[in-house]
């Protein structure tokens, strides 16, 4: 292997692990590769000069560095296995909830180990509590995080097959290579993995040879656009999501829940009669509602259905939509009249919106007096089976929580309700359980990105841009699931000060790419006890996304095109190169009624331009019709996965910004399923989308974060079409947000 | 309870169901097909389509009763052993899945829609009602276009 001095060469130790075939842990430092994070202060939240220089907002920490920072003591718990079949199998610490990460890292376990990826199987590590922070699904920086561990691993396992075979053929280590799984002799012999790892096993656990990692030069699966690795399971239908499983015993379960969130069980009046239907097997009372146990789900939602409950008041019962939109109107602090210069202001609202993933809540339990077995999806094991455990009165250290497959999350599965409940009617019903959520449910006591609304001012002298105020108010973001933890340990390090976690996470992802002079940006919670929580890019999917409107009024204020404003403003040739290769054919000529829109947004040390064009002849039916995106995410691992992201990430802009959000009324919201809360069908999807992945001209570039990268970029370029189209200035989000349907009973 | 008699995926089988259990949790949870999935339970998010006499339909808004005698093809039915068919082999050249969980019901529609029209249109495609919350869908749309160019 070649040596790359410009590589960060920094020790990644390894340990070769006591066991009968070769089994590899790694164990790296804080400063290993979160370097910068580590040494730098996070940005002062008042204000950026104005003359910042260029390079700045790199070496400040985001998000996803803290919770790096949080995981780095632990991640030496990482271990890789190559079987006696020649498998190689590793236990990934996090969700794999579509966004492909299971194939990303056994890509660069692939690449790094010279092992076919067919071979490699990851599994998703059960809750492992010594992780502490370090089994977090979220902030995009899940490869971020990983990428050097698991590298490290597989360089030091396939160092020790190498050294392995060089003995038993007694040459030289430095004469082998290795391909396909295999070590190869220059004289044509092979030893193939299968055969060498029992003898490479370690007969004591020790620390492994240093072992370099390949250059990006070298790299010949990291970089190649790659197919799912599950794709074969999911297109015959065998991919298992946690109702899948085949759980001996375990019988179908659901809900009924109150009329009202929050609301409490007062009173079942005919608990006989529905034990007595048919196929019901029991009915129990948890503190979130009423579960009926049956043969199958149709029986247990009959029963469900059956069920007449009195119940007690919620915690939001009064609000409605309109009460929340004007309470954060107040909330967000207005601007005076600046003296001396001009100003521009522009205030946007955006509504909740469900996470809605496919498939609904759901869990698996078996709860027995001194034990509990919980199957389920999550982002934050680790505090979902703690939950687990007080929910059932046992010791944390008597429940195993497996994490499953997600049937989608954008930010859902960081919340384990599911779980809890299905222990608590296991206990009840003392049966193991399969318990889902009834898609009414899911919408309407589900979790929901809160509504926003924001203030925008920006000053100038002459068409000259001197400061950029936006002040957010929000409904509480719920962070209690683990992430709050992890974001005060990352910040032991840093001096976080007292501020609140919201503040916090706020702050740490909130960040212009552009000079406009000083720049300040804030939060106000309001702390209304919705059931709220991160959705898909948290606060820049709002925030980020009425910047970038903003910023098109601006330019249409100051007689400038939107492209040439933001191009002349961002603040590095990175960031020009991608707004340049989506912007190619901005301007160019369109039918009646059609318009370009850009959006542009950096986060998670990657950058995101996205042009639509939008058929908007009649504008209350306007149709996104054409996309081009381009976007830099550092080393792209898996460039086909960063594609899949960035068209989610489109999809999600055009529900979002054209019709999908939720109506709190008196409070729950009267959407109850995608007939009524309008995420986009393929009737609303463009018929062309090109996706640029820009490389970022470093060779030796880290992968940024890429899941949530897409959302503000591509609400705003939804937002601006529209009001390019219509000539309109859309304010309030969805824009067609009508309640064109007759809710379903409470 | 009465007995419900069926063809699923070319095998003859009997159920003992009330005659308004909706088919989807005869399915999933007397005779263990899961590639079905629910999503919704009122034929709007369509996760659970499957063929019924080849034609799409939601499982999860149709009585077991309804079905009877009649041939009911899930995503498990589609291949042929080891061989995919053409949609399915479609999706995987396009990489189509993110979470998956829409995917079977995404694929049948597919295979209904290629099955009425050789050569479908934009506008034909559009009319696949199939929610993706992963936001799929051009992938979906291209990937139609390779099998009907393939099976065509």
Redesign the interface.
Known sequence: MAENAAVDRRTLLAYLVAAPTLTVAVRVGADTWAPEAAAATPEAPAATPAAAPAALPDLLPDLGDVLILAGAPTAHLLTLEIAEDGTVRFGLPRAE????LTTAVAMLIAEELDAPLDRVRVRLDDARPELLFNQLTGSSNSVRSLHRPVRAAAAAARARLVATAARQWSLDAADLSTKGGAVHAPDGRTLSYARLTARAAAPRTEKAPEAPLKSAAEQRVVGRPT??I????????????A??L?IPGAE?AVVRRPPTVNGTVEKVHNTADVRAM??VLDVVEIPTGVAVVA?????A?AGQAALRVDWGAGTVDDLSHEDIKAKLRKAAPGFLPPLLVEHIDAEYDFAPVSH?????NSAVADVRADRATVWTAAQSPIAARAAVAKAVGLPAARVDFHVV??????GRRLFFDAAVEAAQVSKASGRPVRL?W??VDDMRHGRMRPPTHHKLRVTHTRGKPLSLQHRVASVETDVGHGVGDAITAGLTELPGGNETLAQTMFRLSMRSPYALGATAQTLTELPLKLHTGSWRSVYSGTARAAEEMFLDEVAAELGADPVAFRRERLKNDAQRKVLDAATGDWGRELPAGYAQGVGFHEEYKSRAAFLVELDARDPKKPRVTRAVIAVDVGRAVNP?GVE?QM??????GI?TALRAGLHFDKGLPLEG???QFH?????????D?RVHIVESGDADAEPGGVGELGVPAAVAAVGNAYARATGTRPRSFPLHFDVDFEPFPR | MPAQTFTVNGEKVTVDAPDDLPLLWVLRDLLGIRGPKYGCGIDVCKACTSHLDGEAFNPCAVPVAEVAGREVTTIEGLADGDTLHPVQEAWLEQDVAQCGYCQAGQIMAAVALLKRTKNPTDAEIDAIANVCRCGTYFRIREAIKVAAARVG
Do not use: C, H, W
């Open positions: 909830v579509g966004q492909g197919n799912r599950d794709a074969r399971a999911i297109v015959t239908g065998r991919q298992e999501y109702l899948d085949d179908p048919s196929g043969k199958t789900f149709g029986q939602l809605a993933p496919l498939e609904t497959q997600a049937g989608g999350s954008f889902m009834t898609r086909r899949a068209l989610g990430g489109l999809t999600d529900a399923s995608y007939s995420y986009a069908r393929q009737k609303d999807s463009p018929t989308v």
